[in-house]
């Protein structure tokens, strides 16, 4: 493809074509529509005049005959500028009048005619070209004939110029327009042609490239912003992915390691059936602890990309927490823990209560684990946890406070990252990935899960929009 | 208590009314497509007891249970030739209500939901142990054989009144928490069947994700306090492996 070609070829260069067609057609047409009436009004003029000068001079006939018109058309005939005339007997031997040569059979029509004409003062001669003229023949009474006209120079001047402009203006047009049209298309052309070239690089793996922006506002920097914000988006989900499967390669190959590892130990030392049931037993064991983070993770993608957003329906916050609470209460008391439940009704949020259950219980279940055990509480106090569930401007609050040992501030804003889990958290049991889930399910609700002091202790808050999500979040 | 270790013990020497005195043979349809899985399903089905054959297509399961002659399906969700929830579907329109178990590789909640509406009667995602399987297909097959909606439901001295929400053992008023009370009722309704913590935490609390630790056994622990303590005759027993029994040891 040629660089012309390819000029010729764009959106930018077509259209600067129509447009330039669409000026110039509507130039020609002002223009010719102007020099036509021009001309009108002109010929108008004319006739006015040379019928006022006949009413004029065949008034003059009545009252003196015809040396009175002789004498009057002398006298008018001499003036300058003057109008052309002639005056003739009924045979055509002309008896006073500045003109001749007139086209052979003009006298004998009466009526308006278009003639060539010499005046009698400048000759017969090559030099002086032939005037033209609009004239009237006039049938007086005694067989003359009268002849007014005047001449048409001015009125082809004056069409001749207001034509010649318009040639030159639809030229100007369709010059300046062409060269307008190539620069800006060259423009236009250039930048198109960076943007593909940044493009390119970026597809063939370099996502850090960034499209040029002119800083101009106009519509290829706001497409060129918006493709630079997908791009933003796209390598950090990039850069996520990459952390996500860091993260399940480890989370997944730790308990595989360890399962191989003691299938291989217990073939290598089992002696009795015993032995081995045991080691099938905790093989077994080891399994069901895979598969549950297994589908923790599958849980946590599904919820990140969006896609459990066709089962939510509108619930009562409270009840989850109420529901939530009573499912763990056993459990703290037997930890020596007390859980309390403050919910406020109604709270009602458009959601999946699956997943806020899940969510909240995942929330529950850590701070069961982390609280400290009864007596070694603050001055020996049963250790608590509070789970709340409340109204806030718009939104509906889902918590979970404790008096555990908390997580540092430092640590926190990370501990809520997509899959990001604190060192510590990968030694405790479970599938460790309770506080990623809580807060992919806020994010599936264009809510969020934050982490707060307790002074001491955690504060795990579910913050969610009463709507739902906006579609357009995440 | 018994553990499925014990029952295939028992089965192997012959015991097996006495391991589970109340376990009828089931006849059993496995509709899958992977053949280890299938064959490994049939040999287990068959070590406790119950006649199981296999179908590798949608097309040959249909065509297997259009006779009717089974007590449950069991279907994988994805099938060559004809998809699992296809089979169920055509077997309803068909006006054949054998219960059927749906197996299926999506665990998702919108999933199961929709295996549900399309007539299967369970769903368990995949991987499963084989002790889940086995309680929920007995209790699928119960449901079939029909279980009259009694308003006293009984074990042993243990009695529980569905509409007048009151428990007692004996002579003994035992008071419940609505909870406890819903977790008893369930577990009464499959007296002398295996109730796995997945069955309990779906049937009585509605939920259906891994709640990591295992909530579900303070609270049988609870339970097991109020109606158990004091009594020589304990009735609530662990499966040890698969979940819980509530049962008459005296028969």
């Known amino acids: 493809m040629t660089a012309l070609g390819k000029l010729f070829r764009t959106t930018t260069f077509k259209l600067t074509l129509v447009y330039l067609t669409v000026f110039a057609l509507f130039a020609a047409f002002l223009l010719g529509y102007f020099a036509l009436n021009t001309r009108r009004l002109i010929t108008e003029q004319i006739t006015d005049t040379v019928n006022a000068e006949i009413t004029g001079l065949s008034e003059q006939y009545r009252l003196g005959g015809i040396r009175r018109l002789v004498v009057v058309v002398d006298n008018r005939a001499r003036r300058p500028g003057s109008s052309l005339y002639l005056v003739t007997t009924f045979n055509g031997q002309a008896l006073a009048g500045n003109v001749t040569a007139l086209a052979p059979g003009i006298l004998d029509n009466p009526g308006w005619t278009e003639t060539v004409y010499h005046r009698i003062d400048e000759g017969e001669t090559s030099e002086h070209a032939a005037h033209e003229a609009l004239v009237r023949v006039f049938q007086l009474p005694g067989g003359f004939r009268l002849l007014v006209g005047r001449d048409l120079d001015e009125r082809e001047r004056l069409y001749r110029i207001v034509l010649s402009a318009g040639r030159w203006s639809v030229a100007i047009v369709v010059v300046l327009g062409l060269l307008g049209g190539f620069l800006v298309t060259r423009r236009v052309l250039r930048r198109v042609d960076a943007m593909t070239e940044t493009t390119r690089t970026i597809m063939t793996g370099d996502l850090s490239g960034r499209l040029p922006v002119a800083g101009t506002g106009d519509e290829l920097d706001r497409l060129a912003g918006n493709l630079n914000a997908m791009l933003e988006r796209i390598e950090a989900l990039m850069h996520g992915l990459k952390e996500v499967s860091d993260n399940i390669a480890h989370d997944l ?149 404790d008096s555990g040992p908390g997580i540092p501030a430092a640590d926190r804003s990370r501990a809520v990252e997509r899959f990001v889990r604190l060192e510590q958290s990968r030694c405790q049991p479970g599938s460790g990935l309770g506080l990623s889930l809580a807060s992919a399910v806020a994010r599936l609700h264009g809510g969020e899960l934050s982490l707060q002091d307790n002074n001491p202790g955690l504060k795990s808050v579910i913050a969610l929009p009463r709507g739902g999500p906006v579609q357009s979040a995440g | 208590m018994p553990t499925y270790a014990d029952i295939r013990e028992a089965r192997v020497h012959g015991r097996m009314a006495e391991a589970q005195p109340d376990r009828v043979t089931m006849r059993l349809l496995v509709i899958e497509d992977d053949r280890d899985a299938a064959d490994y399903l049939v040999k287990a089905f068959r070590e406790v007891g119950h006649v199981a054959d296999a179908a590798n297509d949608g097309e040959d399961g249909l065509a297997m249970a259009l006779d ?43 999933d199961r939901v929709k295996g549900l509406r399309a007539g299967g009667d369970d769903y368990l995602p995949k991987p499963y142990s084989f002790t889940e399987l086995l309680a929920r297909t007995e209790v699928l097959a119960r449901r079939r054989r029909g279980r009259t909606e009694e308003t006293v439901l009984r074990v042993g001295d243990l009695e529980l009144d569905r509409l007048s929400h009151q428990v007692r053992r004996g002579a003994e008023e035992i008071s419940l928490q609505p909870r406890e009370f819903r977790l008893l009722e369930y577990l009464m309704q499959h007296a002398g069947q295996v109730v796995t913590r997945t069955m309990l935490l779906e049937n009585v609390w509605d939920y ?44």
């Open chain 1, 253 to 401: 190959k730790t308990p595989l390691t360890r399962l191989r590892n003691r299938s291989e130990e217990a073939l290598r030392t089992a002696k009795s059936e015993a032995e081995y049931r045991a080691a099938l037993e905790s093989t077994i064991e080891e399994s069901e602890g895979l598969i549950r983070t297994f589908n923790a993770l599958l849980m946590i993608a599904r919820a990140e990309s969006g896609q459990a957003r066709d089962g939510m329906s509108e619930f009562d916050a409270s009840e989850i927490a109420n529901d939530v609470g009573e499912l763990y209460e056993p459990l703290a008391e037997e930890k020596g823990i007390a859980l309390k439940v403050e919910a406020q009704t109604p709270t009602k949020v458009r959601g999946n209560r699956e997943l806020v259950s899940q969510a909240l219980a995942n929330l529950v279940d850590n701070a069961i684990k982390y609280a400290q055990p009864a007596g070694t509480g603050a001055n020996g106090a049963i250790p608590e946890i509070v789970v709340r569930a409340f109204n806030e401007d718009d939104r509906i609050m889902l918590t979970v406070a």
């Open chain 2, 208 to 251: 259906h994700f891994d709640p990591q630790t295992n909530v579900i056994d303070v609270h049988i622990s609870r339970l097991r306090s109020k109606i158990d303590k004091g009594f020589s005759q304990p009735l609530l027993h662990t499966v040890r492996g698969a979940g819980y029994m509530i049962r008459d040891g005296a028969r």
């Open chain 2, 68 to 110: 009717g002659k089974y007590d449950v399906l069991i279907v994988d969700r994805m099938l060559p030739k004809r998809d699992g929830l296809s089979v169920i579907g055509t077997l309803r329109d068909k006006g054949i209500e054998t219960p059927a178990l749906i197996l299926s590789a999506l665990g998702q909640v919108d």
